[in-house]
């Protein structure tokens, strides 16, 4: 069984500045969150992705734009980046049952922000 | 909106004393509450989650909903449970289906 993947792994961009961040899902899942994790903060839900749909979204701006793709795998698309947009970028896969599913995490993408 | 509130950013104590990591939620409907931990240079991992009613490397957590608390326990804590540990919600129907909500998270130093 394959975990969930992500790419890149660390990533330095300038304010104003376009990022695009990627997750592949566990094998057998068809669901991916996306999370932004401040330093010595708890994560924060972004969105959520299910048959290629937005499923989910929390308080973040439009700049904030996401993709899933028919093998389930997903982008998340940051514009005009703000320096604080600088966190940890976790993905995480689900077996989407239509109840609390179980997400499993990647090991995220820390991006920074000059 | 739902809230988790984890009281203790940092939790010492000596290997072979009990623990226990404090987490308190607010939600006005039926949630499902998770721990999540992550240890040193490794992902973000499922520890328990209530209603599987496991025990998880000799942990366990009862739901309180009069509390509404859902703390982690271990009678005997080992070297290895030092990690950051995550409380973490997701509501039960309604509209925030999917979204995780996560305290702040304790970190768990367990000394020799």
């Known amino acids: 069984e394959t975990g969930v993947t992500q790419s890149p792994t660390h990533l330095i961009k300038t304010r104003g500045q376009q990022v695009t961040l990627r997750c592949s899902s566990q094998s057998g899942h068809n669901t991916v969150s996306w999370y932004q994790q401040a330093l010595g903060q708890g994560p924060q839900f972004i969105f959520q992705y299910y048959r290629e749909e937005e499923n989910g979204r929390g308080n973040f701006p439009p700049r904030f734009s996401g993709l899933q793709f028919p093998n389930y795998s997903s982008e998340l698309n940051v514009n005009a980046l703000e320096l604080d947009d600088s966190a940890l970028y976790l993905c995480?896969?689900?077996?989407?049952?239509?109840?609390?599913?179980?997400?499993?995490f990647g090991p995220g993408t820390r991006l920074t922000v000059l | 909106a739902q809230r988790v509130t984890q009281p203790e950013k940092l939790l010492s104590v000596f290997k072979g004393a009990p623990v226990e990591l404090k987490c308190n939620y607010s939600y006005s409907g039926s949630p499902e509450l998770f721990w999540y931990v992550q240890y040193s240079r490794q992902r973000l991992q499922l520890l328990l989650r209530?209603?599987s009613r496991e025990s998880i490397k000799g942990f366990t957590a009862d739901l309180n909903k009069g509390e509404t608390s859902f703390h982690l326990k271990k009678p005997f804590a080992q070297e290895e449970d030092s990690a950051m540990y995550y409380c973490?919600?997701?509501?039960?129907?309604?509209?925030?289906?999917?979204?995780?909500?996560f305290g702040q998270g304790t970190i768990l130093t367990v000394h020799p």
């Open positions: 973490a919600l997701i509501p039960l129907g309604g509209t925030s289906y999917g979204k995780l909500t």
């Open positions: 995480a896969s689900s077996f989407f049952r239509g109840g609390a599913d179980t997400q499993y």
């Open positions: 209530h209603i």
